[in-house]
């Protein structure tokens, strides 16, 4: 999977000149917690996000009336909060290695670059809705962590044994490593799934109806 297929595209911006305010409102309006900074020439320039806006805004606490505030705000910009150095990504970068950035870097989002063009964004809500795919979250099903011998062909012999009796995967994790896998079927009855795979394991760690 590749960062092109999982990004926003046409992503929503802002420029070095904006607003606090105007910029927290694009923000809100549009229900996203990053704004990568365009300059003139429609080059990236920078990146701010809701953390940063939230940082410089007065707070509640404060002494200043609410004129005062705004008024302060008003005449704060984008360029003076927005990060500078913006760490990006390629569309063609794996979806994984967007995700490692990201963790790396404690950020949560990256602008996506097509050369010096930027194409699209990937947040951490889209990885969030890539890990509900691969756990069949929204799928009903029989889920189980086992683990399992590590030989070879070991992982088609289960797949095969669980098509026999009827059995569909809707979502497969392994750490073959060290032997675990986590995975969830549908169309085969609870008790019928662990009859099947019993043979194939060296310990089933958890079993449940989700």
């Not at 704060?76 to 063609?92: A, G, L, S």
Request: glycine letters at 8%.
């Amino acid at each position: 999977m590749l960062v092109r297929e999982r990004m926003s595209r046409n992503p929503i911006t802002t420029n070095p000149a904006a607003s606090v305010p105007h910029a927290l409102n694009v923000m809100q309006g549009n229900k996203v917690r990053q704004l990568p900074v365009l300059d003139k020439k429609g080059e990236l320039v920078g990146i701010v996000s809701l953390v940063d806006l939230f940082r410089v805004s007065p707070s509640p606490a404060t002494s200043l009336s609410v004129w005062e505030v705004n008024y302060l705000l008003e005449k704060m910009k984008v360029e003076e909060v927005m990060t500078r150095e913006v760490i990006t990504v390629t569309e063609d970068a794996a979806i994984e290695e967007a995700g490692r950035i990201m963790a790396d870097k404690k950020i949560s989002g990256l602008p996506v670059m097509r050369g010096g063009e930027l194409v699209g964004i990937i947040t951490e809500s889209h990885l969030f809705n890539i890990l509900l795919e691969l756990f069949g979250a929204q799928q009903s099903g029989v889920r189980v962590t086992a683990t399992m011998p590590l030989v070879k062909g070991g992982l088609a012999e289960l797949a095969t044994a669980i098509a026999e009796v009827g059995g569909q995967f809707v979502a497969f994790g392994e750490s073959m490593d060290k032997g675990t896998v986590t995975f969830k079927v549908r169309g085969v009855e609870r008790e019928v799934l662990l009859k099947t795979i019993e043979p194939l394991m060296s310990s089933i760690l958890d079993v449940r109806e989700s």
